[in-house]
């Protein structure tokens, strides 16, 4: 299998949450104070550029978040794919922002945790290249917010985060 699960969390969206505003609160509050909780936050990840999630997040409801080593390379549409088989829905960047919020600590270190969304609903580059967020758990502790590309691929240092709604 091209996919190996390492761990599985759970994650609540919190009261009070609002999907509108919710990417450019998270960079206030985490990157753009004296202390930055980023080594690198790119800035592309607004509110305005990843609008049109698939999914929607809305306070209160609860998500299994399993999280999935990739073992050999892959393509988006396979992990797309996988995403789907795990009955997951597609939460992009905001999905990656609560996993990171509630639950860094859990992520495998080491790894870069992609969160995806439907190619569609992605925020496209001036190249016109469609990015989608990841967050790289470093091994010496440090945290990093990315964008890859769909149109590439995604090898062994990956991660996939499926978020799952929990009974």
């Not at 990739?70 to 960047?93: F, N, P, W, Y």
């Not at 990093?144 to 590439?152: I, P």
Request: hydrophobic share 35%; glycine share 8%.
């Amino acid at each position: 299998s091209s996919f190996e699960l390492l761990t599985e969390f759970d994650v609540v969206v919190p009261e009070g949450y609002n999907y509108a505003t919710c990417l450019d609160s998270f960079k206030a509050k985490y990157q753009d104070g004296e202390k930055k909780s980023f080594a690198y936050y790119n800035d592309a990840i607004t509110d305005q550029n990843f609008a049109n999630a698939t999914t929607k997040l809305v306070a209160g409801r609860k998500f299994k978040v399993k999280v999935f080593g990739i073992t050999r390379r892959v393509t988006s549409e396979e992990c797309m794919d996988q995403v789907h088989s795990q009955k997951a829905v597609l939460v992009g960047a905001q999905g990656a922002t609560l996993a990171w919020e509630q639950k860094r600590d859990q992520l495998p270190k080491g790894k870069w945790h992609v969160s995806f969304d439907e190619k569609e609903a992605l925020w496209e580059d001036a190249v016109g290249g469609h990015r989608v967020p990841f967050v790289d758990a470093r091994s010496d502790g440090g945290f990093k917010f990315f964008l890859g590309h769909f149109e590439g691929g995604w090898g062994p240092d990956y991660c996939l985060l499926c978020f799952c709604d929990s009974e």
